[in-house]
Nanobody, 122 residues
């Protein structure tokens, strides 16, 4: 049974940093893309960042470029998201996602974590 477990969320002041981690179990995702999505209250879930299987290519939504960094450790079956220069509008539940393709091109995540809350105070 595949499980994605996020950790690292919390409450932080604007301008602060957090590091989210996602540990996958049940299968290896070393050959597949992984990503992060978020959902704010009363909003739809949105893409935040993704990283291809060999960590060579990363993708970010425009609003987080230059502030967030996605990385992965295939040996540990983990994917992290470093959040810097946080803003109140980054407040959301952040979800780890795993694809079953090497890239995210024309593909949607197959597996989802339960989410971790990030709250940024002004």
């Amino acid at each position: 049974q595949v499980q994605l477990v996020e950790s690292g969320g919390g409450l932080v002041q604007a301008g602060g940093s957090l590091r989210l981690s996602c540990a996958a179990s049940g299968r290896s995702f070393s050959n597949y893309a992984m990503g992060w999505f978020r959902q704010a209250p009363r909003k739809v879930r949105e893409f935040v960042a993704a990283i291809e299987w060999n960590a060579g290519i990363t993708y970010y939504t425009d609003s987080v470029k230059g502030r967030f960094t996605i990385s992965r450790d295939n040996a540990k079956n983990t994917v992290d998201l470093q959040l810097n220069s946080l803003k109140p509008e980054d407040t959301a539940t952040y979800y780890c996602a795993a694809y079953t393709t090497p890239t995210i091109y024309r593909s949607d995540p197959r597996y989802w974590g339960q989410g971790t809350q990030v709250t940024v105070s002004s």
